[in-house]
């Protein structure tokens, strides 16, 4: 017989709600919460008068917190089910008088509604301005690029403004002070592959063209054991201009000039890049891995499949890789069925 009794102490005075919810309002109205419903009587009690009947009955207490939590998705109606102590009703009452209106008057409450949702939801505000996102990755096409293709002869101009302004480009002291030249890029203005090097050398920076030297002349060898010419592709580097005595390129080096190899391959837009070593990797794909690790799979850069192999300067020096490289040709031949599977 004393465990009746004992159960009971944990139900929530009825006045005690009354008083409480009566309070909470006034104080939200005084602080400039506008977008609750005043401070109604009738509200009040008819909110009240659903909590106690809840409360009251164990068995029934299962299923209201769930139908509350399917009419609000934002979860506004589930603190005032989980909360039954004598803290918790300050928080969960702006959470149920907001659900309440609309299950009790749906064309008095209509309005409340959407006035009382941007608030509540403020700390979400980029929820919204994540829905364009969908309709960019659904475009047509075979890529996600931000721009539309243009055609060969608009890329073509637009290459060339953007080889104008790496000309001219000082961001890099040292590297403005030591080159002789920059080298851009060189090919195809619509290239179905680009080769993404890392930095000129010493040949490059004399003649403007990438991948001139001996490791350019093996380059040229694995284009056409792909069944493609220099012609037919797009061959460029991470940096434009050449680091002092072919040292690594530093990081604000790599960062100064990813917006002019950013925007070659959003003009050209390939269906492959071929990153040649390290450095081309992991600046294009902004990652951290081993090239060992990178290999054997594409990757992928703003819809265009990413190849990650070796530098042909490394080759020159580690002949027994040359076999990888060209697995890794292979790999791609056969995704632009020019290998046979």
């Known amino acids: 017989m004393n465990e009746v009794p004992s159960a009971n102490l944990n139900l929530p005075d009825p006045h005690e709600i009354r008083v409480g919810v009566g309070q909470l309002l006034k104080h939200l109205q005084r602080v400039g919460v506008e977008y609750l ?51 918790a009703p300050p928080v969960a ?99 179905r592959v680009v080769f993404f090097g890392e930095a000129p050398g010493a040949d490059e920076d004399r003649e403007g063209i990438p991948f001139v030297g001996r490791a350019g002349q093996l380059l040229t060898k694995i284009i056409e054991a792909t069944k493609l010419s220099r012609d037919e592709v797009y061959i460029m580097n991470t940096l434009k201009c050449r680091p002092p005595g072919n040292r690594n390129p530093l990081p604000d080096e790599l960062k100064n000039c990813r917006p002019f190899f950013e925007a070659q391959l959003e003009i050209i837009q390939p269906e492959y890049i071929v990153c040649l070593g390290l450095f081309a990797a992991q600046s294009l794909l902004q990652s951290a891995p081993s090239i060992g690790r990178m290999r054997g799979r594409f990757h992928n850069y703003h819809g265009s499949k990413v190849v990650v192999t070796y530098h042909p300067s490394y080759l020159l020096r580690n002949a027994k890789m040359k076999g990888a490289v060209w697995q890794d040709m292979q790999m791609m031949m056969r995704a632009m069925g020019t290998l046979p599977a």
């Open 37 to 87: 419903p005043a401070a109604d009587p009738g509200r009040a009690e008819q909110w009240t008068t659903t909590l106690l009947a809840s409360v009251a009955q164990p068995a029934p207490v299962a299923a209201e917190p769930s139908a509350a939590a399917s009419v609000t998705p934002e979860g506004l109606g589930q603190p005032a089910a989980a909360a039954p102590p004598a803290p």
């Open 93 to 191: 009452a702006p959470a149920a008088p907001v659900a309440a209106p609309p299950a009790a008057a749906p064309p008095a409450a209509a309005p409340p509604q959407p006035a009382a949702t941007p608030p509540t939801a403020a700390p979400q505000t980029p929820a919204p301005a994540a829905r364009p996102q969908p309709a960019a990755a659904a475009a047509p096409g075979p890529t996600i690029y931000r721009t539309a293709s243009l055609p060969i002869a608009d890329r073509q101009a637009s290459l060339e403004h953007w080889g104008q302004q790496v000309a001219q480009c000082t961001l890099c002291h040292e590297l403005a002070c030591t080159r002789k030249q920059t080298v851009f890029g060189a090919g195809h203005a619509q290239a």
